[in-house]
Protein backbone atom coordinates (compact mmCIF):
# COMPACT_ATOMS: atom_id res chain seq x y z
CA UNK A 1 0.00 0.00 0.00
CA UNK A 2 1.56 3.45 -1.09
CA UNK A 3 0.85 6.05 1.50
CA UNK A 4 4.02 7.50 2.14
CA UNK A 5 6.46 10.33 0.22
CA UNK A 6 9.10 8.66 -1.98
CA UNK A 7 11.96 8.32 -0.82
CA UNK A 8 15.15 10.12 -2.07
CA UNK A 9 17.85 7.77 -0.73
CA UNK A 10 18.03 4.51 -1.69
CA UNK A 11 17.42 1.87 1.46
CA UNK A 12 20.73 1.22 3.14
CA UNK A 13 22.18 -1.55 5.58
CA UNK A 14 22.41 -0.68 9.05
CA UNK A 15 25.78 -2.05 9.27
CA UNK A 16 27.28 0.15 6.65
CA UNK A 17 31.08 -0.14 5.61
CA UNK A 18 33.47 2.90 6.20
CA UNK A 19 37.21 3.10 5.44
CA UNK A 20 39.62 5.64 6.06
CA UNK A 21 40.08 6.53 2.36
CA UNK A 22 38.23 6.32 -1.12
CA UNK A 23 41.37 4.79 -3.15
CA UNK A 24 39.76 1.15 -2.67
CA UNK A 25 43.39 0.07 -1.18
CA UNK A 26 41.99 0.36 2.53
CA UNK A 27 40.39 -2.38 4.81
CA UNK A 28 36.78 -1.54 4.54
CA UNK A 29 35.20 -2.22 7.87
CA UNK A 30 31.76 -2.76 9.39
CA UNK A 31 30.12 0.44 11.16
CA UNK A 32 29.11 -1.20 14.52
CA UNK A 33 30.62 -4.93 14.42
CA UNK A 34 33.65 -2.55 13.73
CA UNK A 35 35.44 -5.75 11.43
CA UNK A 36 35.69 -6.27 8.14
CA UNK A 37 33.66 -8.89 6.37
CA UNK A 38 35.88 -12.03 3.97
CA UNK A 39 33.94 -10.53 0.94
CA UNK A 40 36.14 -6.85 1.31
CA UNK A 41 39.32 -9.01 2.05
CA UNK A 42 39.29 -11.96 -0.28
CA UNK A 43 36.47 -11.68 -2.52
CA UNK A 44 38.42 -8.74 -4.72
CA UNK A 45 39.03 -9.37 -7.90
CA UNK A 46 42.66 -9.25 -7.48
CA UNK A 47 42.30 -11.35 -3.87
CA UNK A 48 43.42 -9.26 -1.77
CA UNK A 49 46.66 -8.48 -2.68
CA UNK A 50 45.86 -4.56 -2.90
CA UNK A 51 45.43 -4.71 1.21
CA UNK A 52 48.64 -6.33 1.91
CA UNK A 53 50.13 -4.46 4.71
CA UNK A 54 46.92 -3.14 6.17
CA UNK A 55 45.55 -3.93 8.91
CA UNK A 56 42.76 -5.73 9.82
CA UNK A 57 39.93 -7.33 12.23
CA UNK A 58 38.26 -10.23 10.87
CA UNK A 59 35.39 -13.02 12.27
CA UNK A 60 34.52 -16.39 11.52
CA UNK A 61 34.02 -19.82 12.41
CA UNK A 62 37.48 -22.41 11.30
CA UNK A 63 36.80 -24.72 8.62
CA UNK A 64 40.25 -26.24 8.43
CA UNK A 65 43.55 -26.46 10.34
CA UNK A 66 46.93 -27.37 10.47
CA UNK A 67 49.55 -27.07 13.10
CA UNK A 68 53.13 -26.16 12.74
CA UNK A 69 54.98 -27.96 15.73
CA UNK A 70 58.56 -25.69 16.97
CA UNK A 71 60.86 -27.25 19.05
CA UNK A 72 61.63 -25.29 22.78
CA UNK A 73 64.10 -22.44 21.35
CA UNK A 74 67.00 -21.19 23.51
CA UNK A 75 67.39 -17.63 25.72
CA UNK A 76 66.84 -14.99 23.23
CA UNK A 77 69.33 -13.57 21.02
CA UNK A 78 71.01 -10.10 22.59
CA UNK A 79 70.31 -8.74 19.91
CA UNK A 80 66.38 -8.94 20.76
CA UNK A 81 67.25 -8.45 23.89
CA UNK A 82 67.25 -5.04 26.63
CA UNK A 83 71.07 -4.26 27.19
CA UNK A 84 70.56 -4.82 30.90
CA UNK A 85 69.94 -8.21 30.22
CA UNK A 86 72.60 -10.73 29.58
CA UNK A 87 72.53 -14.85 28.72
CA UNK A 88 76.05 -16.07 28.59
CA UNK A 89 77.14 -18.00 31.75
CA UNK A 90 74.16 -19.65 32.96
CA UNK A 91 74.51 -22.94 34.67
CA UNK A 92 71.42 -25.57 34.56
CA UNK A 93 70.51 -24.78 37.98
CA UNK A 94 69.64 -20.95 36.68
CA UNK A 95 68.33 -22.17 33.44
CA UNK A 96 65.81 -23.88 35.71
CA UNK A 97 65.06 -21.02 37.87
CA UNK A 98 64.09 -19.21 35.06
CA UNK A 99 61.69 -21.61 33.72
CA UNK A 100 60.18 -22.86 36.78
CA UNK A 101 58.60 -20.22 39.06
CA UNK A 102 58.50 -23.38 41.46
CA UNK A 103 61.86 -23.64 41.61
CA UNK A 104 62.44 -19.94 42.07
CA UNK A 105 60.95 -19.67 45.54
CA UNK A 106 62.41 -22.89 46.91
CA UNK A 107 65.70 -21.25 45.68
CA UNK A 108 64.93 -17.89 47.68
CA UNK A 109 64.26 -19.80 50.51
CA UNK A 110 67.24 -21.71 50.88
CA UNK A 111 69.00 -18.23 50.31
CA UNK A 112 70.12 -18.15 46.45
CA UNK A 113 68.24 -14.64 45.51
CA UNK A 114 71.17 -13.29 43.95
CA UNK A 115 71.17 -16.49 41.52
CA UNK A 116 67.25 -15.76 41.25
CA UNK A 117 67.27 -12.31 40.31
CA UNK A 118 69.56 -13.44 37.98
CA UNK A 119 67.95 -16.11 36.69
CA UNK A 120 64.86 -14.39 36.41
CA UNK A 121 66.26 -11.45 34.36
CA UNK A 122 66.72 -13.95 31.38
CA UNK A 123 63.99 -13.65 28.60
CA UNK A 124 62.92 -17.05 26.84
CA UNK A 125 61.08 -17.65 23.80
CA UNK A 126 58.14 -20.03 24.01
CA UNK A 127 57.63 -20.81 20.42
CA UNK A 128 55.67 -24.28 20.69
CA UNK A 129 53.74 -24.17 17.37
CA UNK A 130 52.22 -21.62 15.03
CA UNK A 131 48.52 -22.73 13.91
CA UNK A 132 47.30 -21.95 10.13
CA UNK A 133 43.66 -22.07 9.64
CA UNK A 134 41.16 -21.36 7.19
CA UNK A 135 37.75 -19.16 8.57
CA UNK A 136 34.95 -17.95 7.17
CA UNK A 137 32.47 -15.61 7.65
CA UNK A 138 29.73 -16.48 4.94
CA UNK A 139 29.49 -13.67 3.00
CA UNK A 140 31.25 -15.19 0.21
CA UNK A 141 33.17 -18.64 -1.05
CA UNK A 142 36.53 -18.05 -0.56
CA UNK A 143 38.20 -18.82 2.52
CA UNK A 144 40.84 -16.32 4.31
CA UNK A 145 44.02 -17.96 5.97
CA UNK A 146 45.15 -16.77 9.20
CA UNK A 147 48.89 -17.37 11.05
CA UNK A 148 47.56 -18.04 15.09
CA UNK A 149 51.34 -18.34 17.44
CA UNK A 150 50.35 -20.39 20.32
CA UNK A 151 52.00 -17.70 22.08
CA UNK A 152 48.46 -15.38 21.57
CA UNK A 153 46.06 -18.48 23.37
CA UNK A 154 45.97 -22.29 23.44
CA UNK A 155 46.53 -23.49 19.81
CA UNK A 156 43.88 -26.11 20.99
CA UNK A 157 40.82 -23.80 21.17
CA UNK A 158 41.05 -21.66 18.15
CA UNK A 159 42.06 -25.13 15.73
CA UNK A 160 38.90 -27.09 16.82
CA UNK A 161 36.72 -27.48 13.66
CA UNK A 162 33.71 -24.86 13.77
CA UNK A 163 35.06 -22.77 16.46
CA UNK A 164 34.23 -19.00 16.17
CA UNK A 165 37.23 -16.59 16.44
CA UNK A 166 37.49 -12.54 16.18
CA UNK A 167 40.99 -11.49 15.69
CA UNK A 168 43.14 -8.68 14.38
CA UNK A 169 46.51 -8.44 12.79
CA UNK A 170 48.47 -7.43 9.31
CA UNK A 171 47.27 -8.57 5.82
CA UNK A 172 50.87 -10.41 3.99
CA UNK A 173 51.10 -12.18 0.70
CA UNK A 174 51.89 -15.59 0.51
CA UNK A 175 53.31 -15.89 -2.56
CA UNK A 176 55.05 -18.66 -3.57
CA UNK A 177 54.16 -20.26 -0.50
CA UNK A 178 50.26 -21.04 -1.51
CA UNK A 179 48.65 -21.87 -4.88
CA UNK A 180 45.11 -21.51 -2.95
CA UNK A 181 45.54 -18.04 -1.22
CA UNK A 182 46.80 -14.93 -2.34
CA UNK A 183 46.76 -13.34 1.19
CA UNK A 184 47.27 -14.14 4.60
CA UNK A 185 46.07 -12.72 8.51
CA UNK A 186 49.52 -12.61 10.34
CA UNK A 187 47.07 -12.54 13.98
CA UNK A 188 49.25 -10.33 17.06
CA UNK A 189 45.83 -9.92 19.27
CA UNK A 190 43.18 -12.63 19.34
CA UNK A 191 40.06 -11.16 20.53
CA UNK A 192 37.41 -13.49 20.70
CA UNK A 193 37.29 -17.12 20.76
CA UNK A 194 34.30 -19.31 20.34
CA UNK A 195 35.38 -22.42 21.49
CA UNK A 196 33.34 -25.61 20.23
CA UNK A 197 33.70 -29.27 21.31
CA UNK A 198 35.02 -31.46 18.24
CA UNK A 199 33.74 -34.62 19.47
CA UNK A 200 30.44 -33.68 19.17
CA UNK A 201 30.11 -30.86 16.43
CA UNK A 202 27.98 -32.83 13.62
CA UNK A 203 29.75 -31.09 10.26
CA UNK A 204 33.20 -32.98 9.90
CA UNK A 205 33.23 -31.93 6.10
CA UNK A 206 32.19 -29.06 6.17
CA UNK A 207 32.72 -29.02 2.72
CA UNK A 208 30.52 -31.70 1.59
CA UNK A 209 28.02 -32.99 4.37
CA UNK A 210 25.28 -35.61 3.29
CA UNK A 211 21.55 -34.39 3.20
CA UNK A 212 20.80 -36.17 6.74
CA UNK A 213 23.21 -33.90 8.74
CA UNK A 214 21.77 -30.81 7.44
CA UNK A 215 17.74 -32.05 8.30
CA UNK A 216 18.92 -33.12 11.39
CA UNK A 217 21.03 -29.62 12.15
CA UNK A 218 19.33 -27.07 10.23
CA UNK A 219 21.07 -24.33 12.15
CA UNK A 220 24.22 -25.48 10.97
CA UNK A 221 23.60 -25.52 7.44
CA UNK A 222 24.55 -21.94 6.32
CA UNK A 223 28.44 -23.11 7.19
CA UNK A 224 27.94 -25.45 4.59
CA UNK A 225 29.57 -23.96 0.97
CA UNK A 226 26.25 -24.91 -0.76
CA UNK A 227 23.54 -23.78 1.72
CA UNK A 228 25.63 -20.53 2.03
CA UNK A 229 25.45 -19.65 -0.86
CA UNK A 230 21.44 -19.86 -1.20
CA UNK A 231 21.14 -18.11 1.66
CA UNK A 232 23.31 -15.63 -0.25
CA UNK A 233 21.18 -15.31 -2.97
CA UNK A 234 17.86 -14.99 -1.45
CA UNK A 235 19.67 -12.34 0.77
CA UNK A 236 20.68 -10.02 -2.05
CA UNK A 237 16.80 -10.56 -3.44
CA UNK A 238 15.35 -9.75 0.01
CA UNK A 239 16.94 -6.86 0.24
CA UNK A 240 16.66 -5.73 -3.84
CA UNK A 241 12.73 -5.95 -3.23
CA UNK A 242 12.47 -4.36 -0.08
CA UNK A 243 14.69 -1.54 -1.62
CA UNK A 244 12.98 -0.87 -4.61
CA UNK A 245 9.50 -0.89 -1.92
CA UNK A 246 10.88 1.37 0.24
CA UNK A 247 12.10 3.87 -2.32
CA UNK A 248 8.93 4.10 -4.19
CA UNK A 249 6.52 5.25 -1.03
CA UNK A 250 5.45 1.21 0.06
CA UNK A 251 5.11 0.34 3.41
CA UNK A 252 6.04 -3.48 4.83
CA UNK A 253 3.29 -4.72 7.07
CA UNK A 254 3.28 -8.36 8.85
CA UNK A 255 0.10 -9.90 8.34
CA UNK A 256 -1.09 -12.32 10.86
CA UNK A 257 -0.70 -16.03 9.34
CA UNK A 258 -2.80 -19.19 11.37
CA UNK A 259 -1.24 -22.49 10.43
CA UNK A 260 -2.27 -26.13 11.75
CA UNK A 261 -0.33 -26.62 14.50
CA UNK A 262 -0.47 -29.76 17.11
CA UNK A 263 -1.86 -29.55 20.56
CA UNK A 264 0.91 -29.87 22.90
CA UNK A 265 3.35 -32.02 21.11
CA UNK A 266 0.05 -34.86 20.93
CA UNK A 267 -0.28 -35.23 16.94
CA UNK A 268 -3.81 -37.18 17.39
CA UNK A 269 -4.69 -33.73 18.73
CA UNK A 270 -4.55 -31.04 15.81
CA UNK A 271 -5.39 -27.65 15.54
CA UNK A 272 -6.86 -26.40 12.44
CA UNK A 273 -8.23 -23.51 11.17
CA UNK A 274 -11.79 -24.62 9.31
CA UNK A 275 -14.54 -23.01 7.52
CA UNK A 276 -17.67 -22.43 10.25
CA UNK A 277 -20.38 -24.36 8.17
CA UNK A 278 -24.05 -22.68 8.23
CA UNK A 279 -27.19 -24.91 8.76
CA UNK A 280 -28.42 -23.69 5.37
CA UNK A 281 -25.55 -25.84 3.48
CA UNK A 282 -27.35 -28.47 1.38
CA UNK A 283 -25.22 -31.04 1.19
CA UNK A 284 -25.60 -34.06 -0.86
CA UNK A 285 -24.68 -36.69 1.87
CA UNK A 286 -26.62 -36.36 5.14
CA UNK A 287 -26.91 -38.68 8.09
CA UNK A 288 -30.87 -38.95 6.73
CA UNK A 289 -29.91 -39.79 3.23
CA UNK A 290 -26.72 -42.60 4.97
CA UNK A 291 -29.84 -44.29 7.61
CA UNK A 292 -31.98 -44.44 4.49
CA UNK A 293 -29.21 -46.15 2.15
CA UNK A 294 -28.61 -48.97 5.16
CA UNK A 295 -32.45 -49.41 5.51
CA UNK A 296 -32.39 -50.30 1.86
CA UNK A 297 -29.54 -52.19 1.93
CA UNK A 298 -30.62 -54.43 4.82
CA UNK A 299 -33.56 -55.34 3.14
CA UNK A 300 -31.37 -56.01 -0.14
CA UNK A 301 -29.48 -58.50 1.88
CA UNK A 302 -32.51 -59.94 3.48
CA UNK A 303 -34.14 -60.46 0.58
CA UNK A 304 -30.85 -62.56 -0.98
CA UNK A 305 -30.42 -64.24 2.22
CA UNK A 306 -33.78 -66.05 1.47
CA UNK A 307 -33.65 -66.75 -2.62
CA UNK A 308 -29.98 -67.84 -2.04
CA UNK A 309 -29.56 -67.44 -5.74
CA UNK A 310 -26.77 -64.98 -6.34
CA UNK A 311 -23.47 -65.13 -3.57
CA UNK A 312 -21.54 -62.60 -5.49
CA UNK A 313 -24.50 -60.10 -5.41
CA UNK A 314 -24.83 -60.90 -1.45
CA UNK A 315 -21.03 -59.96 -0.92
CA UNK A 316 -21.16 -57.10 -2.78
CA UNK A 317 -24.50 -56.20 -1.03
CA UNK A 318 -22.95 -56.72 2.59
CA UNK A 319 -19.41 -54.90 1.66
CA UNK A 320 -21.69 -51.52 0.60
CA UNK A 321 -23.44 -51.83 3.93
CA UNK A 322 -20.63 -51.90 5.78
CA UNK A 323 -19.21 -48.79 4.01
CA UNK A 324 -22.53 -47.06 4.55
CA UNK A 325 -22.57 -48.06 8.83
CA UNK A 326 -18.60 -46.72 8.59
CA UNK A 327 -20.11 -42.97 6.56
CA UNK A 328 -22.52 -42.79 8.94
CA UNK A 329 -20.17 -42.78 12.21
CA UNK A 330 -18.00 -39.99 10.37
CA UNK A 331 -20.68 -37.94 9.85
CA UNK A 332 -22.30 -38.38 13.40
CA UNK A 333 -18.52 -37.46 14.88
CA UNK A 334 -18.93 -33.91 12.45
CA UNK A 335 -22.17 -33.29 13.87
CA UNK A 336 -21.16 -34.14 17.92
CA UNK A 337 -18.37 -31.96 17.02
CA UNK A 338 -18.63 -28.15 19.23
CA UNK A 339 -16.64 -25.29 17.33
CA UNK A 340 -18.12 -22.32 19.48
CA UNK A 341 -14.72 -22.67 21.52
CA UNK A 342 -12.39 -22.28 18.23
CA UNK A 343 -13.39 -19.17 17.00
CA UNK A 344 -13.24 -15.67 17.70
Given at each position: ??????????F??????????????????L??S???????????????????????V??????????V????A?P??PA??P??E???????T??L??R????R?F???????A????AS??S?K???????M?????????D???VV????C???????????????GK?????G???????????D????V?????????P?N???????L?????????????????????????????????????????????????????RS???R?????????????T????R???????K????LN?????K????????????AN??A???????????S?D?F
Amino acid sequence: MASSPPSSAPFSSSEEATTSSNDGSAVQSLKYSRRASLRSVVGRPDGGRGLAGKRAVVGGWVKSSNTVKAKLAGPVSPARMPATETTTGLTCTEVLMARVPLIRSFARLIGGAADVDRASSVSFKLATGTALMRINDGSCVADLQIVVDSSLCPLKQVTAIGACVLVEGKIELVEGRSQQHVVELRVDKVLHVGTVDIDKYPPSNVELPPPELVKDYPQLATRTTAMASVARVRSEMLHAAHAFFQTNGFFHVNTPIIIATTVAGDRSKMFRVMRLESKSDNRAITPEVVRASIKAKTKQIEALNRSESNKEALEAAKLDLQRANELARQLEQQGNADFSDDFF
